[in-house]
């Protein structure tokens, strides 16, 4: 039997893993890996750390070389070789050399597609106009290294709020950079549910950082003279005109506004591509013709949790379904389960993670749910360090069957985020997060695991122990019309007639806390005084009851509940009503 002969287009995460693992699986087999720019392997996850300085050494970016390619894997990789079309009848790639200009068709009996996805550039007045930049690969950071360095760059926009942006933000203010961030939505990080952003939008504005929402760039220009700067070095930068008519002066411009599946070879030779606007693929990474995978940032994969189609370009998907298709080529059954979209980003001393559905996705998809909000510290509370960590947990009201998780917090965000993503791969219930046996010692996590309480929260609500309520629901009532309904301001716990559709909304904690800060319209009756003055409360009328995080409110609704009032607990008590403010 003749050796297989595979081509792969596109050495990066999706094509070099593929690559590695096919090799791992048949000897024999003829790989080349071909790559439209000078680098195979490198991390383009690390490429704005090596902006800000943190990731020092440009080479430790190089995973992968072409030579190790070769020595270790006898794979053959031609980095500067852009493949430009796909004959499916013939089976062969026209390849260009992009040194010499020189075209070559090359046969195979089997192709995969690993192309990536392109940074979007807006079609906006004076977008190409030097200093404005997308961060793909090293030849992108090398261009910014040397345009910020040459010109002693003082003034950053970065135009777009997504990871890839926020970590662009933080690593040109380690440089010193005074950033301002032009954000389309009215929240950065758009593919996490708002409020659990918010403090994010807070971290970035403690750290001098211009962050301005709902206020996408509308043209470019030259700034025709050159500014003083503090250094005197100036430089003829640009104007960059947001849509409210702000003009800001910059130096070096960042586009960070999304990528797109890379499918022109896809789409000229016929493949068929997704609703999404990705390529097409089974479950075993298979395009509309059998012998042509594609994995990666180019695919649309399903959405492991609403099963509809989606662009999820991650790092981890791109490598995973490179190993699946190599499997897929060696005769072996591997499958694809899809995406959930599991994520996580640092900005500044914040972390942000992400897996599974947002509220967002589940209800574009009509997928019922309830959530519930949690506050825990890191770790142990009574150990040194702790700090505070806000968990959204997204369920099935039916069976409690975890849809989503999204978690900020400055410490140990990702490790909790990791065990959901898991725990929704494996189908698991909010019950079984109340049995999760996780590691313990004070400085790591607590007896109470952050991931158990939020089991335990949502298995109060769905055994019928405590009802939840959600502040997005006390805005909606509150800025509802009135009439027919007195508003609670200012009355005492009895007032406010019967029958009236505006709660009573009870807070429990200390008045020391209550003076810090309170919401509207609230009644205060501390905790530790509630049983004693149970006469005040109405029972004709709904009372939600809330705290600081939760915890304490719980209590209260317990103790209200068996005394026979209609109550319901305010998720996440001030917490979570300060992050939806
Ligand atoms: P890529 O890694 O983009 O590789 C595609 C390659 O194909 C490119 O090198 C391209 O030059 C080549 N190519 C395209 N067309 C042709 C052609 N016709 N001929 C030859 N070669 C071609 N993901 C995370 O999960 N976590 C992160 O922290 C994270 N950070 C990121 C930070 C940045 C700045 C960027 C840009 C991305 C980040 N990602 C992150 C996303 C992650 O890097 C991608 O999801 C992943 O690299 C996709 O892998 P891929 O193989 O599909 O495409």
């Avoid at 996408?216 to 050159?226: I, S």
């Amino acid at each position: 039997m003749t050796a297989k002969r595979v081509l792969i287009v596109g050495g990066v995460a999706g094509g070099a893993s593929c690559a590695a693992r096919l090799r791992r699986l048949d000897e024999r087999a003829e790989i080349t890996i071909f790559e439209r720019g000078p680098d195979v392997s490198f991390a383009n996850c690390g490429l704005p750390y090596y902006v800000g300085g943190v990731i020092q050494d440009r080479q430790r970016l190089l995973v992968a070389t072409p030579e190790r390619f070769r020595d270790w894997l006898r794979v053959e990789v031609r980095v500067r070789h852009e493949v430009q079309k796909i004959d499916r009848t013939n089976r062969t790639i026209e390849v260009q050399n992009l040194q010499t200009g020189g075209t070559v068709t090359e046969p195979y009996d089997v192709l995969v597609l690993a192309p990536g996805a392109a940074p979007l550039r807006p079609p906006l007045p004076g977008i190409d106009l030097p200093g404005i930049f997308c961060v793909r690969n090293l030849e992108d950071v090398d261009r910014i290294q040397a345009w910020i360095g040459g010109r002693k760059a003082e003034r950053a926009v970065v135009v777009g709020g997504g990871y890839a942006g926020l970590e662009m933000v933080e690593n040109l203010s380690r440089r010193g950079l005074h950033v301002t961030v032009l954000e389309l939505l009215d929240q950065v990080m758009p593919t996490m549910d708002p409020e659990m952003v918010a403090p994010v939008h807070a971290e970035l504005r403690s750290k001098g950082v211009d962050l301005q929402l709902s206020n996408p760039v509308a043209a470019f220009e030259p700034a025709g003279l050159r500014w003083p700067s503090r250094t005197g070095a100036g430089g003829e930068g640009l104007t960059v005109v947001a849509r409210d008519g702000r003009r800001l002066t910059a130096d070096v411009v960042i586009l960070a506004v999304g990528v797109r599946p890379e499918t022109r070879l896809a789409r000229q030779s016929g493949l068929e591509i997704g609703s999404t606007g990705g390529i097409r693929v089974d479950d075993q990474m298979r395009t509309s013709d059998p012998v042509i995978y594609a994995v990666g940032d180019a695919v649309e994969v399903r959405d492991f949790v609403t099963g509809r189609p989606a662009l999820i370009p991650l790092a981890g998907p791109a490598n995973r379904q490179g190993r699946i298709a190599a499997d897929v080529i060696c005769g072996r059954d591997a499958r694809f389960r899809g995406s959930q979209g599991t994520c996580v980003v640092g900005v500044f001393d914040l972390t942000l993670a992400m897996t599974g559905a947002t509220e967002k996705t589940l209800q574009a998809a009509g997928i019922p749910y309830e959530k519930s909000y949690t506050h825990s510290p890191d770790h142990a509370g009574y150990y040194p360090g702790a700090g505070m960590m806000a968990l959204k947990l997204l369920y099935a009201p039916r069976d409690g069957r975890l849809l989503g998780a999204q978690a900020v917090g400055a410490a140990g965000v990702a490790k909790r985020i990791d065990v959901l993503a898991m725990a929704i791969q494996k189908g698991a219930t909010v019950y079984d997060l109340e049995e999760a046996e996780l590691c313990y010692a004070p400085q790591y996590g607590s007896a109470k695991d952050a991931v158990n309480m939020a089991g335990f929260v949502a298995g109060n609500v769905l055994r019928g122990d405590v009802d939840p309520v959600h502040w997005t629901e006390w805005k909606a009532r509150r800025l509802a019309p009135t009439e027919g309904r007195a508003p609670t301001e200012g009355r005492a716990p009895t007032e406010g007639g019967s029958g009236g559709e505006m709660p009573l909304v009870l807070d429990v904690r200390d008045p020391k806390e209550v003076a810090a800060g309170a919401v509207p319209g609230t009644v205060n009756v501390p905790l530790p005084q509630l049983r004693a003055r149970l006469a005040e409360l109405p029972r004709d009328r709904e009372i939600w009851v809330h705290c600081g995080v939760g915890q304490r409110s719980y209590y209260a609704a317990r103790i209200l509940k068996q005394n026979g009032f209609k109550v319901r607990n305010l998720s996440g008590g001030m917490k979570t009503y300060k992050m939806q403010e």
